[in-house]
C-alpha cells in the first residue's frame, strides 16, 4: 500500500474514533444533566451507554494513533492529529444547534493551512 494511501485512511480513522468520543461525551453529559456529587447522578453516569461509545473512541483512537507513529514522523502526524476537530465543530452546528462563528472558521481553515504547511516541508526534508 502506498504511504499516502496509509496516512489517509490511517487519518481517516483516527479523525472519526476522536470524532465518535468527543459527540459520545457530549451526549452522555447531556443525558446525565447537571453535575452533582451524588450515587444517582454517577450511576446515571456509570450505565449511559454514550459513555462506553466515548471509551470505545478512546481506544480506537489509541490503536489508530500508535499504528501511524509507528510509520508517520511525529510532527506532522500530532498536526494532523488535530483535524478531528473540524468534523466535532460541523456536528456541533449541525446536530446539536451550536452557532459557528467567524473565528471558529478562521481558526479551523488555520489548522488545515498549517497541517499542509507541516506537511509539504515534512515531504521536502531528507528521510532516514
Excluded at 11 to 20: E, H, N, P, R, V
Excluded at 49 to 77: D, E, R
Amino acid at each position: 500500500m502506498k504511504k499516502i494511501y496509509f496516512y489517509a485512511i490511517g487519518f481517516g480513522i483516527l479523525i472519526a474514533f476522536d470524532t465518535l468520543t468527543q459527540v459520545s461525551i457530549k451526549l452522555a453529559s447531556a443525558q446525565a444533566g447537571a453535575f452533582v456529587m451524588k450515587p444517582a447522578w454517577l450511576f446515571a453516569v456509570a450505565v449511559n451507554p454514550w459513555l462506553y461509545a466515548a471509551v470505545l473512541g478512546y481506544l480506537g483512537a489509541f490503536v489508530a494513533w500508535m499504528t501511524l507513529l509507528k510509520h508517520a514522523p511525529v510532527g506532522p502526524a500530532f498536526a494532523a492529529s488535530h483535524l478531528g476537530l473540524i468534523p466535532v465543530l460541523m456536528i456541533s452546528v449541525i446536530y446539536f444547534g451550536e452557532q459557528l462563528t467567524t473565528l471558529q472558521v478562521i481558526g479551523a481553515l488555520s489548522i488545515i493551512i498549517g497541517i499542509a504547511c507541516l506537511s509539504f516541508s515534512e515531504a521536502k526534508q531528507p528521510h532516514e
